[in-house]
T-cell receptor
Framework: DQQVKQNSPSLSVQEGRISILNCDYTNSMFDYFLWYKKYPAEGPTFLISISSIKDKNEDGRFTVFLNKSAKHLSLHIVPSQPGDSAVYFCAASEGNAGNMLTFGGGTRLMVKP | DSGVTQTPKHLITATGQRVTLRCSPRSGDLSVYWYQQSLDQGLQFLIQYYNGEERAKGNILERFSAQQFPDLHSELNLSSLELGDSALYFC?????????????FGDGTRLSIL
């Protein structure tokens, strides 16, 4: 039973355009959501997070949107850069970020120059 | 560089053997988490320690055990290894569990069972 799903295994975007990565979850007890970026041969790197009491959080080129009623979150990257090419994981936890994370399967983003 | 150090980077061993994976958390972090990433299962939570005590357990096999030492480094012990244990094992660390501090991951140990 996958509680966190990333339905798009891959996404290709032109440099300078917007990248939108999506994530759906089923567990209504999730309170905290995070996005991680992963390059080959490296561990996941924390990007941005959002608490369930908010619907938007922004950090530079990265914005995360949360729609609790739809149990859906998305990561927007504007403008996309070739260095953003990586696998992006959505993760969720109950209570707070210090609890165990449940990860989605990942979306491979390719930003073409 | 996340500040989380995992050793070794690669480990190749045979079925039935036992291995130990080591993790040093970021300076000041009290919580250590272990995750397994296999091809068909994605990233799965195994176990969490906070300041030396076990805090949460996920789908960790009985053949696997972990501990966190007084200097806060952690070890994950895998015994009676099977082919299906081949995976990437990640360690993560964070500060106080009650606060919304994200987990920071090491670069993982790739375990290959022959």
């Amino acid at each position: 039973d996958q509680q966190v799903k990333q339905n798009s295994p891959s996404l290709s975007v032109q440099e300078g355009r917007i990248s939108i990565l999506n994530c759906d979850y089923t567990n209504s007890m999730f309170d905290y959501f995070l996005w991680y970026k992963k390059y080959p041969a490296e561990g996941p790197t924390f990007l941005i997070s959002i608490s369930s009491i908010k619907d938007k959080n922004e950090d530079g080129r990265f914005t995360v949107f949360l729609n609790k009623s739809a149990k859906h979150l998305s990561l927007h990257i504007v403008p996309s850069q070739p260095g953003d090419s990586a696998v992006y994981f959505c993760a969720a936890s109950e209570g707070n970020a210090g609890n165990m994370l449940t990860f989605g399967g990942g979306t491979r983003l390719m930003v073409k120059p | 560089d996340s500040g989380v150090t995992q050793t070794p980077k690669h480990l190749i061993t045979a079925t039935g053997q036992r291995v130990t994976l080591r993790c040093s958390p970021r300076s000041g972090d009290l919580s250590v988490y272990w995750y397994q990433q296999s091809l068909d299962q994605g990233l799965q939570f195994l176990i969490q320690y906070y300041n030396g005590e076990e805090r949460a357990k996920g789908n960790i096999l009985e053949r696997f055990s972990a501990q966190q030492f007084p200097d806060l480094h952690s070890e994950l012990n895998l015994s009676s290894l099977e082919l299906g244990d081949s995976a990437l094992y990640f360690c993560a660390s964070s500060g106080t569990p009650e606060r919304d501090q994200p987990q920071h991951f090491g670069d993982g140990t790739r375990l290959s069972i022959l």
